[in-house]
């Protein structure tokens, strides 16, 4: 019997790989979310900020080791190769958001997500996000054979390449899980969140806490105890929510998106994170939107 089981599994999977077409909405803005988040960086953060030199004065580009197979790293330290490096990394984003070829782009967005990971000194969670994210995409668009991502797909993926994109798409879910998990069980360590107080501690963090103006605009309310307890409590609850959503049904990771996307909108404006923000919505947009069949993105004549 548990032969029998264990031997049916992986046919079961096979058989919901092989109807499944991954080339849908989902994909297309999760992508466009994923190159939206690296070039906002860019397009805010000069190359002082970028690369501040706390490791590798005095630029702080990051080349050693494997790291010199950055992008930042080929095209070398000076302020003209910082230049050509920002230049060539916007061109790409901007042609990721365009949903040109993604069969094409889908290696070079990886590439430029994991040149500006190894590159900067000290990579924030949101650039760490991405570049796993992006490495994700690559087996679900290489089978990609259409010239904009936003267009119904006219044939089937081969099978070689479904089945990778299904893979890779269960990755991705994998990792979300993770990094949910990963921030319940840290709270959940931390007394100031068991006890309800860490969300008073958050707002008035000098660096990564709220506005002025939203602090001034919360102040009434933060000044009882039962109200930011609450609050604390329930991003908990959230994180873990989205945990056991993301492994349900088709309904319930609707339900995970809808969660999910005001939950990173919320800290985006509150805490400004919009990198990790926009990089969470994106990765929740192809986990969560189911994706066609087969049967439906092929034109029938």
């Given at each position: 019997m548990t032969m029998t089981l264990s031997g049916d599994v992986p046919a079961r999977l096979g058989r919901v790989a092989a109807r499944t077409e991954p080339r849908g909405p989902g994909l297309a803005a999760g992508r466009f979310l994923l190159a939206l988040a690296q070039l906002s960086t860019?397009?805010?953060?000069?190359?002082?900020?970028?690369?501040?030199?706390?490791?590798?004065?005095?630029?702080?580009?990051?080349?050693?080791?494997?790291?010199?197979?950055?992008?930042?790293?080929?095209?070398?330290g000076s302020s003209h190769g910082m230049t050509i490096s920002r230049i060539v990394t916007i061109g790409v984003l901007l042609a990721v958001m365009s949903g040109y070829r993604p069969r094409l782009l889908c290696v070079p967005h990886w590439y430029v997500a994991f040149s500006s990971v190894v590159a900067v000194p000290v990579p924030n969670g949101g650039e760490r996000a991405l570049m796993l994210a992006s490495m994700l995409l690559i087996p679900m668009c290489l089978g990609d054979d259409r010239r904009w991502q936003w267009t119904r797909p006219r044939t089937p993926l081969p099978p070689v390449w479904r089945g990778a994109a299904f893979a890779a798409r269960y990755?991705?879910?994998?990792?979300?899980?993770?990094?949910?998990?990963?921030?319940?069980?840290?709270?959940?360590?931390?007394?100031?969140?068991?006890?309800?107080?860490a969300m008073f501690v958050i707002v008035n963090h000098p660096q990564a806490g709220f506005s002025a103006p939203v602090?001034?605009?919360?102040?009434?309310?933060?000044?009882?105890?039962?109200?930011?307890?609450?609050?604390?409590?329930?991003?908990?609850?959230?994180?873990?929510?989205?945990?056991?959503?993301?492994?349900?049904?088709a309904r319930a990771r609707w339900w995970a998106f809808a969660l999910g996307s005001g939950f990173h909108v919320g800290i985006m404006f509150l805490m400004s994170l919009a990198v990790f923000g926009l990089a969470m919505i994106g990765v929740l947009a192809i986990v969560c939107v189911p994706p066609r069949r087969v049967g439906e993105s092929v034109d029938r004549k």
């Open positions: 860019l397009v805010f953060s000069p190359d002082a900020v970028l690369f501040s030199p706390v490791l590798s004065p005095p630029d702080g580009v990051r080349c050693d080791g494997m790291r010199s197979l950055s992008l930042w790293c080929l095209t070398g990755a991705l879910r994998l990792q979300l899980t993770v990094i949910y998990l990963g921030a319940v069980v840290s709270k959940l360590s931390d007394p100031l969140w068991r006890q309800g107080s602090r001034d605009l919360l102040e009434p309310v933060l000044r009882t105890y039962w109200v930011v307890a609450a609050v604390s409590w329930s991003v908990i609850g959230a994180q873990l929510v989205l945990a056991v959503l993301l492994w349900n049904g």
